[in-house]
């Protein structure tokens, strides 16, 4: 069975590409059949960490419709058993995925065969991103060891477990209304507690409180804090998990301690991963630590999420504006 992890943050420059390059590197040399997708539409660049060339096809070639499928965009990589499907770089500005695109996407990714697909997306909470999040319970969330970067990291979960739960509903039920509006703060007595929301479900359905509480259990992001200095930094870490659980009450788990490594700046610039040029530096054995808690870490698939309403709206809009639309 194939393992999807998406890579995701919610501050920009805090290593997604670099976690994303190094884990495919270290899993693939643990044995594992690897691909990499570069889903960061608009900022593609998976292929300079992997020293790859900017000549591709790759997923804007799909959204423009040049081409078939996930699987015709695969291509090779100088690691044995890693493979990678490019972004949008030969295409920049082919970013903007339409509806049936990002579910094309998304229904042939579990598809691919390989035992491991790792997604680096691009950094923020825009519906795209999260989508492609939510295609696991337990995508990774990459933190630098900043307060900047543990506050988007917070608002990041909480955005992404709002969309899990929203999209656990069907479409214009009374559950979405219900959840949309705590999220915007509206609903009289709403505090940031998730709890209150579940048992707003559960007075208006005992069966939707459950699901949503279930859903809560399950989802559980897996976060890299990298560029760690010291252990202090291990400190920040912690503050993350308690603001998550404090406010979201739902439960993180570390998967990794990445220290800060000049050589990985020049291993971009060599056009090869930091790991292949030197598996025995700290940093690499990070990596392989996080590749063996990944490996050994179960992952059950999540539970089909209903669409989102928006998404839908904005086909229709697209369908009667025009009638070429991305079909
Ligand atoms: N462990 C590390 N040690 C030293 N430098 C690092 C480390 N991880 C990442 N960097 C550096 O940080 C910069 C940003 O990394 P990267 O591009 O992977 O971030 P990102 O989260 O993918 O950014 P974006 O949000 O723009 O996609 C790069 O220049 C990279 O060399
Ligand atoms: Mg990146």
Request: net charge neutral; hydrophobic share 40%; proline share 5%.
């Amino acid at each position: 069975m194939t393992t999807i992890l998406p890579v995701a943050s919610g501050k920009g420059g805090v290593g997604k590409t670099v976690c994303t390059a190094n884990l495919g590197v270290a899993l693939a040399r643990a044995g594992k059949t690897v691909i990499l997708v570069d889903l960061d539409l608009g900022g593609s660049n998976l292929h300079t960490c992997l020293g790859q060339r900017n000549n591709r096809a790759g997923i804007g070639n799909l959204i423009l419709k040049q081409e078939q499928g996930l699987e015709s965009l695969l291509t090779d990589t100088a690691e044995r058993r890693l493979y990678f499907i490019p972004g949008d770089s030969l295409l920049p500005g082919s970013a903007n995925l339409s509806w049936f695109r990002k579910q094309k996407i998304l229904s042939e990714l579990p598809l691919l065969v390989a035992d491991y697909v790792l997604l680096d997306l691009g950094a923020g909470t825009s519906y795209n991103t999260l989508d492609f999040f939510l295609i696991s319970n337990n995508g990774l969330v990459v933190i630098a060891p900043e307060t900047t970067s543990i506050l988007n990291a917070y608002s990041f979960i909480k955005s992404a477990l709002f969309r899990l739960l929203y999209r656990s509903f069907d479409n214009r039920s009374p559950e979405r209304q219900i959840i949309t509006e705590f999220g915007s703060g509206r609903l009289e007595g709403s505090d940031a507690k998730l709890s209150s929301l579940i048992q707003r479900l559960g007075q208006h359905n005992p069966q939707s409180g459950e699901l949503a509480q279930q859903r809560m259990a399950e989802f559980m992001p897996r976060v890299i804090l990298n560029m760690g200095r010291n252990n202090a930094d291990i400190q920040i870490g912690a503050r993350l998990r308690q603001i998550v659980q404090r406010n979201l009450e739902i439960d993180i788990n570390y998967v990794g301690f990445v220290p800060h490594e000049a050589r990985v700046a020049r291993s971009i610039i060599d056009r090869t991963p930091a790991f292949a040029s030197d598996p025995a530096s700290p940093f690499s054995q990070a990596m392989a630590t996080v590749a063996d808690r990944l490996q050994n870490a179960p992952m059950p698939p999540p539970a089909e999420l209903f669409a989102d309403n928006s998404d839908l709206d904005s086909l229709r809009r697209d369908a009667s504006q025009q009638p070429q639309a991305d079909r």
